[in-house]
């Protein structure tokens, strides 16, 4: 097996704790790299290296539509996410959303891998936010609601 892990973000975390368990055990730290939670500018030079997944494990039931998670699907990054806020709507693809524990994470990265769906789910990702999230399509379902709110014509 050839595969590599990076993963970058929050060492703050529960989360961080039980990753650092898992690979111990596992005997994977030298297939397996975390790094610290990063600068936006350092941040796409880790998205634009290879393809792979952007795992968000939120929450937060409040949280709103992340930046972070789509501009990782524009860089073609397989989401795996809760369900949590506006996560569900954004990737649209159900069979990506769990309840975020180490078991469930693993196991859905292998089915992925071991099914040789990368391709593909990087690809239907990428076009999720091209297709919804560009700056063209979001205003103008911005004055769509406006309008229908208000009952008023915006115009740009």
Not at 9 to 36: A, F
Not at 61 to 68: V, Y
């Amino acid at each position: 097996n050839n595969g590599y892990l990076e993963i970058i973000g929050n060492s703050e975390s529960r989360i961080y704790t039980d990753y650092i368990k898992v690979i111990k055990e596992s005997n994977l730290e030298c297939r397996i790299n975390i790094l610290p939670a990063c600068n936006h500018k350092e941040l796409k030079k880790h998205f634009s290296k290879i393809k792979s997944f952007y795992i968000f494990p939120s929450k937060v039931a409040e949280k709103g539509h992340s930046n972070a998670l789509t501009e990782a699907m524009a860089w073609g990054l397989i989401p795996i996410t809760t369900s949590q806020g506006f996560n569900r709507s954004v990737i649209e693809m159900i069979h990506l959303l769990l309840r975020i524990r180490c078991e469930m994470l693993v196991n859905k990265i292998k089915y992925i891998i071991d099914n040789d769906l990368i391709e593909q789910f990087s690809y239907n990702s990428y076009n999720r936010v091209l297709s919804n999230y560009t700056d063209e399509i979001v205003l103008e379902k911005l004055k769509e609601e406006y309008d229908f709110l208000f009952n008023v014509k915006f115009t740009s």
